[in-house]
């Protein structure tokens, strides 16, 4: 579990084959790796993986080919940042909100607006995810947990500070770049127990 609290913003080092379908990708974070382990999670750009090795601040991970099919991170290259965070401890603060590392959908840059103090950001979103998605709502982009300013059918936007423009990858993203969407899943749990309340009513 996570909370969309980015800790560093790492670099992506090199993505190796392994010949099945999968990879292997090495990433830079000296900070997340400072107290890292084989077997713990980081997320990176919002997908959890698991650690498989850690040498001198760059950490491997095995990436299946579902997760490159069903992410963004695919389409990184070796020099990419990338948004890292280790997962949360039992007794650390919730600053974001909570985050799986399970993403939803790809979505997509559609435009930018710079402001004098911040930007506004929107993206499009994939088919079925707008349900939920609401105004002043959470969202996870890449692994950033944002507020969703404002909504539509097939996309929603966010506001920008300086402070994630600057310590984020999002502050580098162009328009029609891909990023992971996570919703909140406690939206997808309400979902589930109303369906199921409608369908025991009906019998």
């Known amino acids: ?14 993505s190796t084959e392994t010949g099945d379908d999968s990879a292997l990708v090495a ?10 382990r084989h077997g713990d999670s980081i997320a990176v750009n919002g997908v959890c993986l ?12 095995d990436v299946m080919g ?38 939803d959908g790809v979505g997509e840059i559609v435009a930018r607006e710079p402001a004098a103090q911040w930007e506004t950001v929107r993206f499009r979103l994939p088919a079925g995810l ?42 580098t993203k162009r328009i029609g770049d891909p990023v992971n969407l996570e919703v909140d899943v406690l939206a997808k749990y309400v979902e589930r127990l109303l369906g199921g309340r409608s369908a025991g009513g009906a019998r």
């Open 27 to 36: 990433i830079r974070g000296p900070l997340v790796t400072s107290d890292a």
């Open 1 to 14: 579990m996570f909370t969309g609290i980015v800790e560093e913003l790492g670099e992506i080092v090199r």
């Open 50 to 61: 698991t650690v498989v090795d850690v040498d001198g601040g760059v950490f491997t991970a």
């Open 66 to 103: 579902e997760t490159l099919r069903r992410t963004a991170l695919g389409a990184l290259r070796p020099g990419d940042p990338v948004n890292l965070e280790r997962a949360a401890a039992l007794n650390s603060r919730l600053g974001g909100h909570l985050v799986q590392g399970h993403v």
């Open 130 to 171: 707008a349900r939920y998605v609401v105004e002043k709502g959470s969202i996870t982009v890449d692994g950033v947990s944002l507020t969703v300013a404002e909504v539509g059918d097939d996309w929603f936007s966010v506001g920008l500070i300086p402070t994630t423009l600057k310590l984020t990858a999002l502050g």
